[in-house]
């Protein structure tokens, strides 16, 4: 398990990942090992493009990053410095929804005892990329997410900051970022108007909005398009490790956990930097 984050600023975009890998019993119903040092954040060839993955580890006996290294050596829009970065994600998000199929359909299918396609959910692994960068001769970064295999269709991949806005996402275990920022965690709030609910007449839709405008006035506000580069690879880098000391400290393994891992690419268009 993982938490990644993307900061987009106005000189550039960052990427951080803890490095703990999780290994689940052959039942996959429990957690068997916690490995740290896992690798999960990588460059894309010479291209200003970085990539933080979630998720799935491996996708049979091969590594995340060992399929990423065969992307950017194969594919002919990482090799193309004029190619824009959504066709990169997309050719990205094609090449891992291929190995997907090939590799890990077949083997849940075994486990699940039946069809792809009547399997749940929830017992269909995800994989998770956080792509961030500049097109060519663009000078604002952009951040785009693929998660397999719900993105199996051409096009399916999301923009989650295009260029010009300014600010901070979270992936996967993001929880403890979430209570920071925002003060509180979404499941309290419906846990509270649930109670109330039942000890009184429920809410109506208007009242319910007027609890969360209440609340969202407690939320930390940052100027990120303000924000130095590095303070941003040093925000970045806070809240990952916020995620890891928390699960260091709270009950249950330590599914997060590890070194912080931050990379960052600036508009002077030079390769996505993975920093020590």
Known sequence: MTVAVSCNLSDGVVLAVDSAVTLPTDDDESIAKVYENAEKLFELGDRPIGVAVYGLGAIGDRSIGS???????QSTAVADP?????EVVEAAREFFMDRYRREVVPRVERRQ??????????KKPSIGLVIGGFSPNAYLSEVWQVVLPRAEASGSSELICPQGTFGTNWF????????????FDPDLVEAVIEYM??????????????????LNEYQYSIPYGAMPMEEGVAHARFLVELVVNHHRYATGAPVVGGRVHVGRVTYRHGAFEILV
């Open 172 to 183: 996967a275990m993001f929880g403890p970022i979430r209570r920071y920022v925002k003060g």
């Open 197 to 214: 609910e039942k000890r009184s007449t429920a809410l109506t839709p208007d009242e319910e909005g007027e609890v969360r405008e209440l």
């Open 113 to 122: 005892g039946q069809p792809w396609d009547q399997v749940p959910d929830d």
């Open 82 to 86: 004029t190619t824009q970065l959504l």
């Open 67 to 73: 399929y990423l290294r065969e992307f950017a050596v």
